[in-house]
């Protein structure tokens, strides 16, 4: 099977990807003849077009929307990708799904959850609480797992003991009967609260707010109980995926006064725990709109332990840290951004155009030997190399930016009938990927954005740098398989519309819901409640209580709270503490001010600190400045107020 494709001259007769989600439409009888897919995994055969040839789809220049006219630049990319930096021949790997029950073990574990099939499984309290906390599609989505992987045991006479679902979600025997009817039907009453809670700061609703329009983005109920009230609306239609840029709609989200929370905000504990919360969401979500989601097995190839291109992400950040400590993203990703960024962004055909190939594979070689040891001359590295490497550097991670193990889910993300849900689901797999994975895509697309902004100089709309950067984020090293002519379009449509989204709505999608931060606060209170249960734990939190009543701190703390004051610490600065006067319209922004106003020592800058929420329902939380205090106290009412600086 081949793709004979014409582009400018040049025939595409294979090349590497993943289809898996994508539509797949039946495969056309063998071409004779048809050349073989290079064994230079992630590369393309490339042959001349005979003179007169007709290509299978007709192209236009159009760069309003990614239909099949518009996708000329996605091609011309992966023929390019044939010449410019070509690394040693990989053995070829097939990605692979789990087994059954095999996916479903790994994903309980994942979860948390592994007690429900293994009883020496540790945390298993703390599984006990996370189900407790759960709405009703997300029991629904663990019980379809449990029950899944039950039957696939029983089939195998395993010996494991897998708990009946409806014992899993059984209430306590003193709720009343409609707790015991929600429970059965595997749900929590968490779900009700939750419906009523999003209505309780109805305050701070953008200007005109009421009733949800279908551009507001509402991160207080959970996003599969919202999909599953529109499927019962009947609102299930599925909405073009083609918009022109300026077509595509302008979400906003309606804010909370308890602030929004952003990745990197909270302790790792409850990062944890959100972790989890959000793979369970995602679940529910796919299960709700009836997609299958397999997830493959991680890929066990061999990789080069050091170096900076063809190496995995972890080990190149492992080199970095020890030259810069602390260092998040790839400092040859960062290095390359800014040389392209000095050059100017206004170039036209900037990512488009391709380096010269022999000169970049130079450039590559020359990188890799002297850029540890500062000795590589960035001033005669041209700007169109400098983009090329950059897409060299992400196509040639071994593993995916996006992880193997979450790919299918990306790639599944347009099966969601409307952008609202796409979006939903975006948001909840950036949640998911690992942090050097997750830093990494955020610096890429906020670069990428950057060179959209530019696009009166540069030509770069958003399409066309979705387009061209496709290819290099979903093509990755170590894989290929083969696909029909139509599989192929249908794939660079849906990578090419992946990636617009990442772009267009990456403000978004690092965002934490506030239903899920309300599932942590609900864990973080109903843990407290079972070591304030333990009978030896119980005499050790009775004698610090009764010397925390003796401490003039705590009793001025809470005299200063019920007065209408809370207390703020700053123990890393010169000043102790400073009590700040409650109003209905202070925001965490105004304490900074004030506190910089009065601490004239302070040289950290303004962008550098953050007024911390610390202990009561929550580990640690970095607040967003615009978060009303007033309304956050009222829901973490023994918590405490520490202004630290913070590493961006």
């Known amino acids: 099977m081949s793709r004979q494709q014409a582009v400018q001259g040049v025939v595409l007769t294979g090349y590497t990807s993943s289809s898996a989600a994508f539509p797949q439409p039946p495969a056309p009888a063998p071409q004779h003849g048809a050349p073989a897919a290079s064994r230079r995994t992630g590369h393309y055969n490339v042959q001349r077009s005979r003179p007169g ?10 760069q309003d929307s990614l239909d099949e006219l518009a996708l000329d630049d996605y091609w011309k990319e992966l023929a390019i990708i044939q010449h410019t930096g070509d690394t040693e021949p990989q053995e070829e790997v097939q990605l692979k799904v789990a087994d059954e029950g095999e996916q479903e073990e ?13 009883e020496s499984a540790a945390d298993g309290e703390d599984s006990m609480v996370l189900l407790s906390t759960l709405t009703r599609t ?5 019980e379809k797992r449990v029950e899944t992987l039950k039957q696939t045991l029983r089939k195998r006479n395993k010996s494991y003991s897998v708990p009946d679902v409806r014992d899993i979600f059984k209430p306590p025997a003193s709720q009343d009967t409609k707790d015991d009817e929600s429970a059965s039907s595997g749900g929590s ?44 609306d009947g609102s299930k239609v599925t909405q073009p995926v083609n918009e022109a840029d300026d077509k595509l709609p302008d979400f906003k989200v309606v804010r909370d006064k308890t602030g929004m929370t952003k990745v990197g905000d909270l302790a790792a504990a409850d990062m944890k725990k959100v972790r989890r919360l959000v793979l369970i969401e995602m679940t529910a979500l796919f299960d709700t709109a009836g997609i299958d989601l397999k997830t493959h097995k991680p890929l066990k190839i061999k990789v080069k332990e ?52 022999t ?14 040891d500062g000795l590589f001359s960035w001033e005669t590295l041209k700007q169109h190399d400098a983009a090329s490497l950059l897409k060299l550097f992400i196509r040639e991670l071994p593993h995916p930016l996006l992880t193997v193990e979450y790919f299918s889910a990306f790639v599944s993300v347009l099966k969601f009938p409307t952008k609202k849900q796409q979006l939903q689901a975006l948001n909840l797999l950036v949640l998911l990927l690992p942090e050097s994975s997750r830093d990494t895509l955020k610096a890429l697309l906020e670069f990428l954005q950057r ?34 002519e139509q599989q192929e379009f249908a794939m660079a449509t849906g990578m090419a519309n992946i990636v617009r989204l990442l772009i267009r709505y990456q403000n978004l999608l690092w965002t934490i819901p506030k239903f899920v931060m309300n599932q942590v606060r609900k864990q973080n209170t109903e843990n407290q409640k079972k070591m304030n249960r333990d009978r030896a734990v119980k005499k050790l939190l009775k004698k610090m209580a009764y010397d925390r009543d003796k401490n003039s701190d705590k009793t001025e703390k809470n005299t200063e709270t019920e007065g209408g004051f809370i207390r703020v610490q700053a123990p890393q600065f010169s000043k102790v503490s400073m009590a700040v006067q409650l109003t209905e319209e202070l925001q965490a922004s105004d304490i900074l001010a004030r506190f910089l106003s009065q601490d004239s020592s302070v040289s950290v800058k303004r962008e550098d600190l953050c007024l911390y929420e610390i202990g009561g329902n929550i580990k640690e939380r970095c607040l ?9 106290l009222e829901l973490n009412p023994s918590a405490e107020w520490v202004i630290k600086s913070v590493q961006r």
């Open 106 to 118: 790994a994903w309980l574990t994942e979860a948390g959850l592994a007690t429900l099939f293994d």
């Open 451 to 484: 060179v959209i902004d530019h696009k009166e100089q540069n030509k770069m709309t958003l399409n066309n740098v979705a387009v061209v950067m496709a290819p290099n984020i979903f093509m990755f090293k170590g894989f290929r398989s083969k696909f029909s």
């Open 53 to 62: 040839e007709k290509p299978p789809y007709q192209r236009c220049s159009s």
């Open 624 to 632: 967003d400045e615009e978060t009303y205090m007033k309304a956050l």
């Open 359 to 372: 000169r970049v594979k130079a450039v590559c070689q020359e990188l890799e030997q002297k850029f540890y």
């Open 306 to 357: 050091s170096g900076l291109f063809g190496v995995p992400l972890s080990t190149v950040l492992e080199q970095d840290q020890k030259r810069v400590p602390g260092s998040r993203v790839p400092l040859i990703m960062q290095r390359l951004i800014s040389h392209i960024e000095e050059e100017g962004l206004h170039t036209e055909g900037l990512l488009r155009v391709p380096g010269a190939s």
């Open 138 to 142: 997300q029991a629904a989505a663990v």
């Open 189 to 232: 009453d968490n779900t009700k609260k939750e419906t009523v809670s999003s209505g309780e700061h109805s305050e701070a609703e953008p200007c005109g707010g009421g009733a949800e329009t279908e551009t507001d983005i509402n991160l207080e109920v959970s996003f599969s109980e919202q999909a599953l009230l529109s499927y019962k």
